[in-house]
């Protein structure tokens, strides 16, 4: 320990900068499908930082596990991981927990990366993915946290509680338990994952579909049709699409995310349940408020869309529960309740960029049926 002490350079905020803005960026994308994680430039920039090279690492892992049984265990010897261990350790001992659950936060998506990047194909389907996040048994990590991002917090979160008081003094058995409990769950959860992804994509299952319009008259219906009799039957056919064809636009859910600047995780985490057969009401009652207030076709299909759905989400009466911004904030705590934890507290800022996102979500994806729209 001392002779590495020595040779390392440690400047706790700089090398917790470094690390967060990296889970920050890994979280993100983990709340998206197929995200993969990459670690070998941030590993190499980090040894810069820290002014040590893998041989340093590999060298003080050899001292630590000297006559220890840890020194023939491959899953305890992997330089970069080792040194995250030691990271955590700096951060522990001088009481920066906040600091310290970063790092672990970080080992964990790193072990979640090298797993899945054994798992899975190069190419990943966002579709099956999702659809395997939504139907996987109830039981499975990912479904109950709805993204990984999700899971990999409640992780990092739990071994943080159980482990932090005890990595006060640098000792080998402690290192390596630590190291071994926090791959476990994750390497189990990530290849059942996988197992179930690969049953899904061979059986064609996935909810995410690319719409194949029937013809071009149905694609025009909402434009040849009039009065209320033509909005009830746009909605329809939109509803058919959504819960008997089980198509989903991908390119809504793009777009809404960047109008709403919604986070990722929060976004992906209740699509599954927009799309759940229980919303099929919901959905048909919020889009029908929504028509009654769209002018004209023209106007759906325009530029114009963008400011009227805002505008629609700025008029307030709480008194009237057929309102499109009252339909769409009761939608969203219904779903967003369902698939979060009880304890779960959602900041202001959030919870409004979320209304936004399931307001343009629902209302982009009947646009796109009906319009030709160029995303």
């Known amino acids: 320990m001392d002779i590495f002490e020595k040779k390392v350079k440690f400047s706790p905020q700089r090398i917790y900068r470094l690390i967060a803005r990296q889970v920050g960026q890994d979280i993100n994308g983990l709340s998206e499908p197929c995200y993969t994680v ?8 980090l040894y810069r930082e820290m002014g040590i090279t893998t041989k ?8 630590t596990y000297n006559g220890t049984k840890w020194a023939r265990f491959q899953t ?13 350790h700096r951060f522990a001992r001088t009481r920066k927990k906040n600091m310290a659950e970063t790092i672990l936060m ?4 790193k072990h979640y990366g090298s797993v899945a990047n054994k ?36 992780i990092s979160r739990r071994l943080h509680q159980m482990k932090y008081s005890i990595m006060d003094m640098w000792e080998p058995d402690k290192i390596a338990v630590f190291i071994t409990d926090g791959r476990t769950r994750i390497s189990q959860s990530t290849k059942s994952f996988a197992e179930h992804y690969y049953r899904n994509h061979e059986s064609g299952k996935g909810i995410a579909t690319e719409r194949t ?46 109008v709403s600047r919604v986070k990722p995780n929060l976004a992906e ?12 009401e919901n959905i048909k009652i919020i889009l029908t408020s929504f ?14 869309f963008f400011t009227i759905v805002r505008k629609l989400l700025m008029v307030r009466n709480y008194k009237d529960t057929f309102l499109f911004r009252n339909l769409v904030i009761k939608f969203t705590n219904e779903v967003y309740e369902s698939t979060s934890p009880p304890t779960r507290q959602i900041r202001t800022r959030d919870e409004r960029d979320l209304v936004a996102f399931v307001a343009f979500y629902i209302t982009i994806s009947f646009r796109n049926l009906f319009c030709s729209v160029k995303n």
Do not use: W
Request: aromatic share 12%; hydrophobic share 40%; net charge positive.
């Open 119 to 154: 798992q899975f194909p190069k190419v990943c389907l966002d579709d099956v993915f999702r659809y395997t996040l939504a139907n996987i048994t109830k039981v499975h990590l990912f479904y109950k946290h709805k993204t990984v991002a999700n899971a990999i917090i409640h």
């Open 269 to 280: 985490s209740i699509i599954p349940a927009i799309h759940d057969k229980s919303s099929e």
């Open 38 to 45: 990459h670690t070998q430039k941030f590993e190499a920039t």
């Open 213 to 258: 319009p029937e013809s071009e008259d149905e694609m025009n219906m909402l434009q040849t049709s009039t009065g209320a009799a033509g909005r009830q039957a746009a909605v329809d056919k939109f509803i058919k699409s959504m819960f008997v064809y089980k198509n989903y636009d991908k390119k809504a859910v793009m777009e809404a995310k960047r």
């Open 76 to 88: 305890v010897n992997v330089p970069f991981t080792f040194l995250l261990a030691y990271i955590y």
């Open 56 to 63: 340093d690492i590999k060298d003080f892992m050899k001292r």
């Open 106 to 109: 970080y080992s964990i998506i």
């Open 291 to 304: 028509l009654k207030e769209m002018l004209d076709v023209r106007s759906l299909c325009s530029p114009k």
